[in-house]
């Protein structure tokens, strides 16, 4: 099959993700009980959906590192959990800000929902320090692997215990009582998730390609240098990525 | 909890969808700056290639 280059990818992903935000002001209808501030939901939720699945994707190609022992699926785990983290800045942010319009506060510590993302988050963080405390390129990449795949097991586990837990404020976007979303409003929500998968995947090709470049340049300096060719470095916590490895399967 | 009033509730909406709008740009920012970075070494190694095969060819024009 062949993969949409990544400057077609872009533009798709910001169409899609325009489509999306002008379904939400000027389709989609107010929320009877939230009213406006629900808009905030069709940012958020896909927002919080594409870091989490990134975080499990981040996992699946950690699996194919240690199966394969190829350092390329090791910087495409790289990049898809770097990517999500920066999506999870995103989801606290802007659920803060919802939580402020809608209880007063910008933090609730009793609701499973916000506690067991900070959870994941704060867990995802300790990701760049795990590869920090490790030199060996080989070791911090298998290591890397080995946590990323445990903690993209604990991902899906977390998000079944919270919808299990009795919840008494958070909304449930995929609500199965009362019907769920209206159609409208579906619609919309998905046109929003579809363009933020879009640029998710845009940002995680874009860091690909950048990486890729940055080892060919390291390549090319110790070719004109008479260096001996060592495998791509990247930076300390970053794999280097041969230039094979910009596109994310 | 009652909804909030549109002009209420308008500013929290902007700032949700400024602070996603703020994240893509420092990120589009710094993998900007990282490009131009690989932009000018290359520029560099282009210079450092170009100036060895300079006396090269000069040498093979006086031979």
Redesign the interface.
Known sequence: MKVPSLRANAIAATLVLLAGFALVFFYAPLDTDQGFIQKIFYLHVPLAICALAGFILGGLLAIAHLRTGDPRWDARSYVAIHLSIIFGVGVLITGSIWAHASWGKWWVWDEPTLVSFLIVFLLYATYYPLRYAIEDRDRQGRYASVFAITAGAFVPLNFIAVRMAESLVHPRVFATANGGLPGSMLLTFLVCLAGMALLWLVLVRFELAAKSASASLSRLRRALDGEPEIPAQGSRIAPGVPSSATSVS | ?P????D???K??A???L??LG??LV?VAI?AA??AR?DR??GE?AD??EG?ARPDRNGESRG
Do not use: D, S, W
């Open positions: 909890m909804a909030l009033p549109l209420e509730a308008g929290y909406v700032a949700a969808y602070v996603f994240l893509i990120y993998m990282k490009l690989i070494e290359l190694l450092v290639a060895r």
